[in-house]
């Protein structure tokens, strides 16, 4: 891995209770989350596959590579009102400055929203 990409990746716990929101239902709620943060690119929320609520992930097919923690792999999220297609994903073989985020879950869409309330 660049040294210099690993340098500028800082991953930190999140304080307080993580609340993950899609299409206005909480999906996941977790006080181990953990934020990836990256020279210009927005902060990602991590939170663990088992603070998701069961039964809305359904594996995907797609994998992207990034610079910086490798292969992403999507779920599609699922839901009694929407389906969001490869709207949460994750790195099963992040290293380095990103092991923390190894096998931990982020979303992202229009429709996903993150909050953080107090303990």
């Known amino acids: ?6 340098a500028e990746a800082r991953v930190t716990p999140v304080e307080g ?3 993950i929101i899609f299409d206005d239902a909480e999906i996941a709620s977790t006080l181990h989350a953990l934020s990836l943060e990256r020279q210009g690119r927005s902060p990602l929320v991590f939170v663990p ?4 609520h069961p039964g809305i992930l ?3 097919e797609t994998q992207r590579h990034e610079d910086g923690p490798g292969d992403a792999h999507f779920y599609t999220i699922k839901t009694l009102t929407a389906d969001g297609v490869d709207e949460a994903w994750y790195y099963p073989y992040a290293d380095g400055a990103y092991a923390p985020i190894r096998d931990m879950l982020t979303f992202g869409g ?3 929203s993150v909050r ?3 303990v």
């Open 116 to 118: 953080v309330s107090e």
């Open 1 to 6: 891995m660049d040294e210099r990409r690993e």
């Open 49 to 52: 596959l088992d603070d998701v």
């Open 110 to 112: 229009d429709r996903v």
């Open 58 to 60: 359904e594996a995907s």
């Open 17 to 19: 209770r993580v609340h």
